[in-house]
């Protein structure tokens, strides 16, 4: 007994001072990084940084090899029959309900200012962090530094993002240290990565204060401002389900989820109109993988707006879909 003690203790001394090595060794591999020290001699000579707080920042991130393996295994990736059950569930629902009801006063004003639907906004914050329930474990230094210079796939992205999250810390006069996010860097109740928090962020509240990790009303006329900008069209349509015949079908899916052809067009190649559809404005086509016959949805402008907060058909149509399964629960009550 001693002794499987006495070897455990051992054991656990040993991981500990391999784990703190560990982290020295990537603190400093970090900082001799040229493509790190090109980053923060372009963040002193265009933003006016100073670089020995540069340098010390850097030395206190850690570079989380478990972010990009999380990264190259995305939700989105999963078929839209194994997708959809992760955001169409009774508590996601109920939770929306909940989230509506509590914030209903805000939520009008939002709709009125921007012209949004209360359950666009609600469905998208639901989607992304349960109603502000899990904002994300990662420290959003730790998150962009890695995907900037140790995720060659997407590294000009994140170097861009590192850079905004930087600028905009300091004008929020926040310690860059101590926010935490998604594993790529997302933040807050509505989960904006740094350039949207930039770009789209409101003070809804009018405190003076932009805050979107504690703050509900930010967050929700932030949300509404994003779609906005991105040219919602209020009162429109999102997406209607249809059906399709013969094979043509399948050039209007390889072009993608951008609106691109007219709807006049879509007959010809064997797709189902709705009546209640302008045939004049453009539209998409989206197949959906299910365990048996395929989804076939037609996708309007404000589909595509959606997929603007994350570029993803499968996320818009969750989106899309627990807006519509709050607004009838909430209804229907």
Request: charged share 25%; aromatic share 12%; proline share 6%.
């Amino acid at each position: 007994m001693k002794k499987s003690f006495f070897h455990l203790l051992t054991t656990l001394l040993s991981a500990a001072a391999l784990a703190i090595t560990s982290g020295a060794l990537v603190a400093k591999e970090l900082t001799d990084n040229p493509d790190l020290r090109t980053f923060v001699n372009k963040m002193v000579e265009q933003h006016q940084f100073n670089s020995k707080r540069l340098v010390h920042l850097f030395k206190q991130t850690e570079l989380k090899p478990d972010i990009i393996t999380t990264m190259s295994k995305p939700a989105e990736a999963k078929p839209w029959y194994q997708y959809r059950p992760i955001f169409l569930t009774e508590k996601r629902i109920k939770g929306g309900v909940a989230f509506w009801d509590e914030h209903s006063e805000i939520l009008v004003r939002a709709e009125q200012e921007y012209g949004v639907p209360a359950e666009i906004i609600t469905a998208i914050i639901g989607v992304e962090t349960r109603y502000g329930g899990y904002t994300g474990r990662h420290r959003v230094i730790d998150a962009l530094t890695t995907l900037a210079f140790d995720y060659p796939p997407r590294s000009k992205f994140f170097t861009s993002e590192l850079e905004q999250y930087l600028l905009m810390t300091r004008e929020e006069q926040i310690d860059p240290l101590s926010l935490k996010g998604s594993y790529a860097g997302a933040m807050g109740i509505p989960q904006f990565i740094s350039s949207s928090y930039r770009s789209y962020a409101v003070d809804f509240d009018n405190d003076g204060h932009r805050n979107l990790w504690d703050n509900p009303v930010d967050a929700i006329g932030s949300v509404a401002n994003y779609f906005k900008q991105h040219r919602w069209k209020p009162g429109e349509p999102v997406t209607v389900q249809t059906h399709v015949s013969g094979n043509k079908y399948r050039e209007l899916v390889k072009m993608g989820m951008k609106p691109q052809r007219p709807l006049v067009e879509f007959s010809s190649f064997g797709v189902q109109v709705p009546d209640q559809l302008d045939e004049n404005q453009p539209a998409s086509l989206l197949e959906l993988e299910t365990e048996g016959i395929p989804e076939f949805w037609i996708g309007l402008h404000n589909f595509y707006v959606i997929t603007r907060y994350n570029h993803s058909p499968l996320y818009a149509m969750a989106v899309y879909q627990l807006s519509n399964e709050i607004r009838k629960q909430r209804e229907h009550r």
